[in-house]
């Protein structure tokens, strides 16, 4: 059974462009968060997408957006990407809409220059 | 706001120890907390995870109790061995939905 499979693993960036990261969930599975992690805040919650809607949303600015397609895959778009967006962006898959496992993909590296 | 706490930060234990991780919550009103494991540059691996009607769960070597009143959950490995150096986090789900919020782990370096 595949796991959770985000492309690419790692991008560099140049301040002010934008990027598209995507995450294919485990089959079978409906919902996909997404996560960023750097060395000073930690994991801090981006989104969450259950069935084509986004359900949550974390205190992130307006230039990190998501969606999420009829067949789960997701994907997130940040633009005008700034020196502070550069972090590990990590995307979870999980069964149903309420408190089931997460488990997640291997990441997206991104840096930005 | 859901706040979670693992101290200490960093731990190191000789190989053959048994490793006790402690993770704390402020916000009692979990729905489910899941223990992960990260190694350097990796994803999250998940070890365990407990919902809010149990008291403990079990995997082989691992084992991870929960105290909602007290806000307090352990996971406990046994017999620690080399393979088990890397980043233990824990992360809480309070209600409907599926938003873990994460403490800030606690990095293992188990010496042979």
């Known amino acids: 059974k595949a796991g959770v499979t985000q492309t690419p693993r790692y991008l560099i960036k140049t301040r002010g462009q934008q990027v598209t990261l995507s995450c294919s969930p485990i089959?079978?599975?409906?919902?996909v968060s997404w996560y960023q992690q750097t060395p000073g805040q930690g994991l801090q919650f981006l989104f969450e997408y259950f069935s084509e809607t986004q359900r949550n949303k974390g205190n992130f600015p307006g230039r990190f957006s998501g969606r999420q397609f009829s067949n789960s895959r997701s994907e997130m778009n940040v633009s005008t990407l700034e020196l502070g967006d550069s972090a590990l962006y990590l995307c979870?898959?999980?069964?149903?809409?309420?408190?089931?496992?997460?488990?997640f993909g291997q990441g997206t590296r991104l840096t930005v220059v | 706001k859901q706040e979670v706490t693992q101290i200490p930060a960093a731990l190191s234990v000789p190989e053959g120890e048994n490793l006790v991780l402690n993770c704390s919550f402020t916000?009692?009103?979990?729905?489910?907390l899941q223990w992960f494991r990260q190694d350097p540059g990796k994803g999250l691996t998940s070890l365990l995870l407990?919902?809010?009607?149990?008291r403990e769960q079990t995997s082989g070597r691992l084992n991870a109790s929960l105290d909602k009143s007290s806000g307090r959950s352990t996971l406990y490995i046994a017999a620690s061995q080399p393979g088990d150096s890397a980043t233990y986090l824990c992360?809480?789900?309070?209600?409907?939905?599926?938003?873990?919020?994460f403490g800030g782990g606690t990095r293992v370096l188990v010496k042979p």
């Open positions: 992360a809480v789900i309070k209600a409907a939905g599926n938003k873990l919020t």
């Open positions: 089959s079978g599975h409906r919902s």
């Open positions: 916000d009692s009103a979990i729905y489910n």
């Open positions: 407990i919902q809010s009607s149990q």
């Open positions: 979870a898959s999980s069964l149903g809409p309420g408190g089931a496992e997460a488990f």
